[in-house]
């Protein structure tokens, strides 16, 4: 049953980002900020860990996830250090991300050439 709750989860989220896409004159920029800022405010209200509880993948891989890590690594952070502390653990759920993100996309870059 986790399967078809993370398929259906994960396609809602898409619907509604396609949705927005299509319907203003949001970029995808926009609507990629607006989901990570959407999973940090369903994280601070304590809905986003059940939603990956009950999701699953589904919920775990999508960009409102790293919304979520932000906002969890940030209150280990000031649960740990104070007010500083934010600063200072904010990226270590996230870096895994960040680093894969950015060595898959040079490596994509070494086989396909932009097109004019």
């Not at 619907?15 to 926009?30: E, P, V, W």
């Given at each position: 049953?986790?399967?078809?709750?993370?398929?259906?989860?994960?396609?809602?989220?898409?619907?509604?980002?396609?949705?927005?896409?299509?319907?203003?004159?949001?970029?995808?920029?926009?609507?990629?900020?607006?989901?990570?800022?959407?999973?940090?405010?369903?994280?601070?209200?304590?809905?986003?860990?059940?939603?990956?509880?009950?999701?699953?993948?589904?919920?775990?891989?999508l960009?409102?996830?790293?919304?979520?890590?932000?906002?969890?690594?940030?209150?280990?952070?000031?649960?740990?250090?104070?007010?500083?502390?934010?600063?200072?653990?904010?990226?270590?759920?996230?870096?895994?991300a960040?680093?894969?993100?950015?060595?898959?996309?040079?490596?994509?870059?070494?086989?396909?050439?932009?097109?004019?």
């Amino acid at each position: 049953m986790i399967y078809i709750y993370a398929f259906l989860f994960s396609g809602f989220i898409c619907m509604i980002g396609q949705i927005i896409i299509d319907n203003t004159k949001l970029t995808a920029g926009h609507v990629t900020s607006l989901f990570t800022v959407l999973g940090a405010v369903l994280s601070c209200l304590g809905i986003y860990p059940w939603l990956i509880e009950e999701c699953g993948a589904g919920a775990s891989i999508l960009i409102m996830n790293f919304g979520h890590m932000l906002f969890s690594s940030g209150m280990v952070g000031y649960e740990e250090m104070g007010v500083l502390g934010i600063f200072t653990e904010l990226l270590c759920k996230s870096s895994l991300a960040i680093v894969a993100a950015v060595v898959f996309s040079f490596i994509v870059a070494l086989f396909f050439k932009p097109r004019d």
